[in-house]
């Protein structure tokens, strides 16, 4: 099994696609970072964990964090502004940051595969997904042999 891959980058602005409208940001990740997920390139929602670094230019921008790994639903699709021969990848954080991240070092350990990109006739349809998503990641990551990945040794180093 490819599990686990570890990403680590900057964050990017996106298009700002409604993300937050959704009630669900996606942190996104620079193309370089997402190549580890082309050993298994299947478009679809993924989960883990994932930690953004406390600083930027040095300076603590989310003290109240201060390191700590939260669990992710993370979405991996082609993207057609490319053609769709560049893959994205998407990082929804399961915590309310008081504040956004861009710029700052983000790191994750996707861990499994909850399903296939779907096509949705309405935004309450996706909403409701998304709430599914984020039970399936959460209990997942209940299971007592996933512990360990949220004390793995990629969130000890500082970014
Ligand atoms: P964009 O198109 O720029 O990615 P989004 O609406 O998807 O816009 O918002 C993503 C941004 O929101 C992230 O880059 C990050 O700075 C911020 N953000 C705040 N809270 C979260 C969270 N819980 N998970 C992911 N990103 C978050
Ligand atoms: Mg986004």
Redesign the pocket.
Known sequence: PPFPIVLTGV???????????LG?????LPDESISPMSSVTQPGVYYGYAQVSREKDGKAVLPEEDGQV?P?VMSLGWNPFYKNQKLTA????????K????G?EMKAIVLGYIRPELDYVSREALIEDIETDKRVALSSLARPAYERFKEDPLFKTSA
Do not use: L, W
Not at 12 to 18: A, E, I, L, S, V
Not at 24 to 28: G, L, W
């Open positions: 964050v990017q602005r996106g298009f700002g696609r409604g993300g937050k409208d669900c940001p996606t942190a996104n939260f992710m998407e990082i929804h954080i399961m915590h309310d940051f504040s956004d991240f861009y700052h």
